[in-house]
């Protein structure tokens, strides 16, 4: 079956610590998207890219970083610069193109020790 | 930053009535819009999207555009308990860009 892949479900992370999500689609499409989400509010861009080897910030980009060395895939470190990390992260992807639609992961919830 | 902005709600509507969502946004140049649904803890799910001014049905759900006002709505015609979630409307602005709103809390009641 075709969609994206999120992993861990469930991460926690320690004062200083750089943790990796990861994020792998199947579906053959050139946009990935790095969103968070925080409890009772809407989705937040945090990094997007259109291409592989590219990509660029979004509105939230402090603390995080990404690389996008394979088409299927787009992992997000959050690094011990940001420093409220809790939150519910949702990779999506999407066709390039005008009209083309957004697709989610399951989602990572990430939580601070 | 573009804004997209929707009522939070919570929006209470007993079952087998009409519920009626809605949606501004600020680029008059956004040629995308989408309606998602969301239960808590789970990831957004696509359920309707426009392109075009006027309405378009997909069974209970009817998503209707006005680009002139910037105002996207969702209604939902018989509203079941299960549709009880949160829906967030979403605009493509530029090629590759999307933004949300914070979302609308839908309680049906039986």
């Known amino acids: 079956d075709g969609g994206i892949t999120q992993s861990p479900k469930y991460l926690f992370r320690k004062e200083g610590q750089n943790v990796t999500l990861s994020c792998e689609q199947n579906l053959n499409h050139d946009a990935m998207y790095w969103y968070r989400q925080d409890p009772g509010q809407g989705l937040r861009l945090i990094y997007y890219?259109?291409?592989?080897?590219?990509?660029q910030k979004g509105d939230i980009a402090e603390g995080y970083s990404v690389s996008r060395e394979k088409k299927e895939s787009f992992p997000l470190t959050v690094t011990s610069a940001q420093k409220n990390p809790t939150a519910f992260y949702l990779c999506?992807?999407?066709?390039?193109?005008?009209?083309?639609?957004?697709?989610f992961g399951s989602g990572t919830q990430l939580s601070v020790l | 930053q573009k804004e997209v902005e929707q009522n939070s709600g919570p929006l209470s509507v007993p079952e087998g009535a009409i519920a009626s969502l809605n949606c501004t946004y600020s680029?008059?140049?956004?040629?995308?819009f989408f309606w998602y649904r969301q239960y808590s803890g789970k990831s957004p799910e696509l359920i309707m999207f426009i392109y075009s001014n006027g309405d378009k049905e997909d069974g209970r759900f009817t998503a209707q555009l006005n680009k002139a006002s910037q105002y996207v709505s969702l209604l939902i015609r018989d509203s079941q308990p299960s549709d009880s979630a949160t829906y967030l409307c979403?605009?493509?602005?530029?090629?590759?860009?999307?933004?949300f709103g914070s979302g609308t809390k839908l309680n049906v009641k039986p």
């Open positions: 979403a605009v493509r602005f530029g090629f590759n860009k999307f933004y």
């Open positions: 890219s259109q291409i592989v080897n590219d990509f």
């Open positions: 680029d008059r140049g956004s040629q995308s």
């Open positions: 999506a992807s999407s066709i390039n193109g005008v009209g083309e639609k957004l697709f």
